[in-house]
Structures are given as C-alpha cells and as structure tokens.
C-alpha cells in the first residue's frame, strides 16, 4: 500500500512560483510512473506532469513547469513558473508501478493519489 501526501500549495501572485512537494510511504516505485495533475473548480482533472526516467508535460505547462524526483527521499516534486490565474485548481500527485507511454497522461490509469494540494494564482 502507498501513500501520498502533497504539500507546499498556496496563494500566488500571477507570474510567480511554487514548488509543490508528494512524498511517498510504502513501496517505492524506483521503475514506476509518477504523476501530477491538477482539477478547477468546474472543470475536468488534467493532466499536468509525470516522470519516471523520462519527463513528460501536458503542452499548455511545457517550458515553464518542471517534475523531477528524490528516490532517496521518497519524493517528487513540481516546479510551478510563470503561473497563470487560469491555473488555480487543486494540484494532485499519483502513482502507478508501472510505465504506459499510452496511458500515462490518463488519470484513471494511476493506483494512488494524494488528497491534494490548494494552489491559488492570482490575478
């Protein structure tokens, strides 16, 4: 059993950053896929980030959001620059012990998710 548990979420100007942290208890997934996505109010999750050896971006956060992981440390962490309002949500890690460059983007296709993290970008 994993859990996740997300931190360093808040309030923002519009243009600043934060860097938003997931540690992982339980089994570490040193071959596995972890994720980040994000849900506004009104509107679907999305998938935001995800990293194993490789990293990959959802295209509206490419060049200005950054995943990276501390296996020694049982964490990810997201790199947030150049925020927009328009990114508001909850920002949400997840884990999956495997790799589908198919289904990596796809929430549904992770086993474990955190509760969650507030990130407000003000205008």
């Known amino acids: 059993q994993v859990q996740l548990v997300e931190s360093g979420g808040g309030l923002v100007q519009a243009g600043g950053s934060v860097r938003l942290s997931c540690v992982a208890s339980g089994r570490t997934f040193s071959s596995g896929t972890m994720g980040w996505f994000r849900q506004a109010p009104g509107k679907e999750r999305e998938f935001v980030a995800a990293i194993r050896a490789a990293t990959y971006y959802a295209t509206s956060v490419k060049g200005r959001f950054t995943i990276s992981r501390d296996n020694a440390k049982n964490t990810v962490y997201l790199q947030m620059n150049s925020l927009k309002p328009e990114e508001t949500a909850v920002y949400y890690c997840?884990?999956?012990?495997?790799?589908?460059?198919?289904?990596?983007?796809?929430?549904?296709?992770?086993?474990?998710w955190g509760q969650g993290t507030q990130v407000t970008v003000s205008s």
């Open positions: 997840a884990a999956r012990p495997d790799f589908s460059y198919s289904t990596y983007r796809l929430g549904d296709s992770y086993d474990y």
